[in-house]
C-alpha cells in the first residue's frame, strides 16, 4: 500500500465527482486484498483474539469458487464469555470520564477512515457492493461514531442542571449508560451498521458484544482491528461471529442490558417480544426491520428525474438496501413516459464484478437470495408484466441477476407488500392521487418513501400525509436510499423501527442511556 495517500473526504454527494486518487486508492488495495484472501479468522472477546471450535467458510458472490475467509463459529459458552467480559469492564467504562471515552471512539473512527480503501474492498468482495457504496459505506462508519461524539459534546455529556426549588437544592438530569449492549448487525452495511450503534453504545459508556452478519464476517474482524488498535481497553468491545446460534445466545443471555438489531421485521419482532419477557423488566431495543419503500410520481413531476432516482433505489447495492425503492405510483397521464425511461435506463445498468469501475450493480448476496430472486421473477410473470429483467445472468460462476421493473401487478399480490430484498421494482399507475397516498400509506412498514413533483402545494401535501421516517423530494441520486449521518436522519415508523428515533440524528445517542435526577440539598 502506498504510504504517503492523500486525505480524501467522502459522503455519498461527494462520491457524484469522485478525485481520480479514489479509484487508484481502491484499486490498489482490492488487488491486495484478493491476494491474501482465504485466510482464518478469530473472534474478539475480553482483547484477545480467540479461535472458535468449529470454523465455516465464507465465499464470495461475485464468484462462488472464491473463498473469502475461514471464520470461527462462535458457540453460547463463546457469547456468554464475551457478554461476561463485557459486564467485567462496565463499571470501569461507565466510571471513565465522558471526554476520556470520546478520545478513544475518535481514534477507532480515525482508524476506519485511515483503513478506508483496505475495507471498502473487502466489503465489496465479501458482499458485492459496488466501490463508490463501499467506499461510502466505510467512511460512514465513521461520521456515525463522529456524530456521536459531536452529540456528546455539543450537550456536554448529557449533565443538565435543572431548576431549584431554594438556594439549598442542586438539581440536574443525568443521562447514565444501561450496562452490556448487544449490537446483530446485517449482511447489506456490514460496516455502518454494526460500527454505528457499536460506537454509540461505546460513547454513552456501555460495553459492547457484537454479532455481525454470517455473510460478511471479514468486515467485522477488520472493524474489531479497530477498535482493538484504537487501545480499548479489554472487554469493552468483544465481538463473536457465527450462524444462529450465537445471535440466539446474544437474545437468550440476561446480562444484556440493550441491543441493537437491523434486520428483518420477523427478527426484530421476535428479540422485541424476548426482551420484554426473560427479564423482570423491559429492557431497551433499537430496531430497524426493513421497508417497502413507495415512490409517488405526480403528472407535474421531472419524469427524467424521478427514473433515475427511482432506478438508483431500486438497483443500488442490488435492491438489499432496507431503504430500496420496491413501489412506485405514478400518474396514469404521465405513466407510460416515465415507465419508457425507467425501461431504458435500467436496461443500461452495468451488472458485474462490483470492484470494477464502471459496474453499478454487483451480484445479489447468496444462493438462498438468487434463489429467491427467481421465484419472485417467476411470480411476478405469472401475474404480472415483466417489462425488462426478471432473468438470472451468466457472469462467471456469481450470483448475477436482472434489475427487473414489472408493471400491472394485482392490487391484492403478496408482492405489493412482501420485502423482496432483490433488484425489482413495481410500477402502479393512479388516476386519484389520495388514492395512491392510501396505497403508499397503508402496509405495516414505514422507512423511506420518495416524492416527485415541481408544484409546491403538492409537495406540502406529500409531507403532511406521507408514513415514513425518512422522506425525500425530487432527489435524482436516490429516491428513497442513500441517507449520511448529519444530513439525513435515518430511522422508520411504524413496523420498520422500535423507538421512532433515527440514526445519524439529534436523537439517536439518548437512546443508549437511561435518565437519573440528581437533588442534592445543602
Ligand atoms: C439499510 O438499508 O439497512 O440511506 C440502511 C441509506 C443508507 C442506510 C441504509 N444510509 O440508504
Redesign the pocket.
Known amino acids: 500500500m502506498t504510504t504517503d495517500r492523500k486525505h480524501i473526504k467522502v459522503t455519498?454527494s461527494s462520491l457524484g465527482s469522485p478525485d481520480p486518487l479514489l479509484h487508484d486508492y481502491y484499486e490498489e488495495d482490492v488487488t491486495t486484498a484478493r491476494a491474501n484472501l482465504g485466510g482464518t479468522y478469530p473472534m474478539y472477546i475480553n482483547g484477545e483474539w480467540r479461535d472458535g471450535e468449529k470454523t465455516f467458510a465464507k465465499y464470495s458472490p461475485i464468484d462462488t469458487n472464491l473463498v473469502i475467509g475461514h471464520f470461527s463459529h462462535g458457540s453460547r459458552q463463546d457469547v456468554d464469555d464475551a457478554v461476561a467480559a463485557a459486564k467485567a469492564a462496565y463499571p470501569t467504562w461507565r466510571d471513565t470520564p465522558w471526554l476520556e471515552r470520546l478520545s478513544y471512539l475518535r481514534r477507532v473512527a480515525d482508524l476506519i477512515s485511515e483503513r478506508l480503501f483496505q475495507m471498502a474492498a473487502v466489503v465489496s468482495l465479501e458482499v458485492g457492493k459496488n466501490r463508490l457504496e463501499a467506499i461510502g459505506?466505510v467512511e460512514?462508519t465513521a461520521d456515525l461514531i463522529r456524530y456521536c461524539i459531536q452529540a456528546m459534546e455539543e450537550n456536554d455529556g448529557f449533565i443538565k442542571q435543572l431548576a431549584s426549588e431554594t438556594e439549598k437544592h442542586h438539581n440536574r438530569s443525568v443521562l447514565k449508560p444501561y450496562g452490556v449492549w448487544g449490537v446483530i448487525s446485517?449482511f447489506?452495511?456490514p460496516c455502518?451498521?454494526s460500527g454505528g450503534p457499536a460506537g454509540a453504545a461505546l460513547i454513552a459508556g456501555n460495553t459492547v458484544v457484537h454479532k455481525p452478519a454470517d455473510d460478511a464476517p471479514l468486515t467485522a474482524v477488520l472493524l474489531a482491528q479497530c477498535f482493538h488498535d484504537a487501545g480499548l481497553p479489554p472487554g469493552v468491545y468483544n465481538m463473536v461471529t457465527g450462524g444462529d446460534e450465537p445471535g440466539k445466545a446474544l437474545v437468550a443471555n440476561n446480562d444484556i442490558d440493550g441491543i441493537t438489531f437491523?434486520g428483518s421485521y420477523d427478527v426484530g419482532m421476535s428479540i422485541l417480544r424476548k426482551f420484554s419477557t426473560q427479564t423482570g423488566y423491559m429492557r431497551p431495543v433499537i430496531a430497524?426491520m426493513?421497508?417497502k419503500n413507495p415512490v409517488i410520481i405526480t403528472k407535474n413531476a421531472n419524469l427524467e428525474k424521478a427514473a433515475y432516482g427511482v432506478m438508483r433505489?431500486a438497483f443500488?447495492?442490488t435492491g438489499?438496501?432496507?431503504?430500496?425503492c420496491s413501489r412506485v405510483y405514478v400518474d396514469n397521464e404521465v405513466k407510460e413516459v416515465f415507465t419508457q425511461i425507467l425501461v431504458d435506463i435500467t436496461e443500461k445498468i452495468k451488472v458485474g464484478d462490483p470492484t470494477e469501475r464502471e459496474t453499478f450493480m454487483g451480484p445479489i448476496i447468496n444462493g438462498t437470495a438468487y434463489r429467491a430472486y427467481r421465484r419472485y421473477a417467476r411470480e411476478l410473470a405469472d401475474q404480472g408484466d415483466v417489462l425488462t429483467g426478471g432473468t438470472t445472468l451468466e457472469i462467471g460462476d456469481g450470483y448475477y441477476v436482472a434489475p427487473t421493473v414489472v408493471d400491472n401487478l394485482p392490487d391484492n399480490h403478496a408482492l405489493w407488500t412482501e420485502e423482496m430484498f432483490a433488484p425489482i421494482v413495481v410500477l402502479g399507475g393512479y388516476d386519484d392521487i389520495d388514492e395512491a397516498m392510501k396505497k403508499a400509506n397503508h402496509i405495516d412498514l414505514g422507512?423511506?418513501a420518495g416524492f416527485y413533483s415541481e408544484d409546491k402545494a403538492e409537495i406540502d401535501w406529500f409531507l403532511s400525509h406521507i408514513e415514513a421516517g425518512?422522506v425525500y423530494v425530487n432527489r435524482e441520486s436516490?429516491a428513497?436510499?442513500?441517507?449520511?449521518p448529519g444530513y439525513?436522519a435515518?430511522g422508520g415508523w411504524k413496523g420498520s423501527t422500535g423507538s421512532g428515533k433515527a440514526?445519524?440524528s439529534y436523537y439517536y445517542l439518548q437512546q443508549y442511556m437511561r435518565e437519573q435526577s440528581h437533588t442534592i440539598v445543602d
Not at 438489499?320 to 430500496?324: F, G, L, V
Open positions: 455519498y459505506e460512514e446485517p447489506n452495511f455502518a451498521l437491523t430497524e426493513g421497508g433505489s443500488g447495492l438489499q438496501k432496507c431503504s430500496a422507512l423511506t425518512v436516490g428513497t436510499t442513500g441517507a449520511w439525513q435515518f440514526a445519524g
